[in-house]
């Protein structure tokens, strides 16, 4: 299972994690953040957020056209791979939101 950590304005606010490849992911705040949402669309709470399918405002931070052919070429990732994408540019997102991969056994 691949993991990331979401930063907002450089704090780790969640742990964002795919559940089964490239279908089911899983949004979580960690405990005592207090900053502020991810999203407006994912404000802060305890129970962790379910997606069929990638996350809307992760894809939204995605690259696109010429971006994102050289990104999968570059990167040698799968068009598909969308977490991927994400991990690959995740420290240069548009907006206060990063990411970064963290390990599977990491608590975060």
């Known amino acids: ?20 490849v490239g279908r089911r992911y899983r949004l979580v705040y960690l405990a005592g953040y207090d900053g502020p949402p ?30 994102l052919e050289g990104l999968l070429r570059q990167a040698r990732l799968d068009g598909g791979d969308l977490l991927g994408q994400l991990i690959a540019v995740g420290s240069d997102l548009v907006g206060a939101v990063t990411v970064e991969e963290t390990a599977s056994e990491d608590p975060a």
């Open 38 to 67: 991810v999203s407006l669309t994912l404000p802060s709470r305890r129970e962790p957020y379910e997606f069929e399918g990638f996350p809307p405002f992760f894809e939204g931070l995605l690259p696109e056209g010429q971006q």
């Open 1 to 20: 299972m691949r993991r990331v950590i979401v930063r907002v304005h450089g704090m780790r606010a969640a742990l964002l994690e795919e559940v089964e």
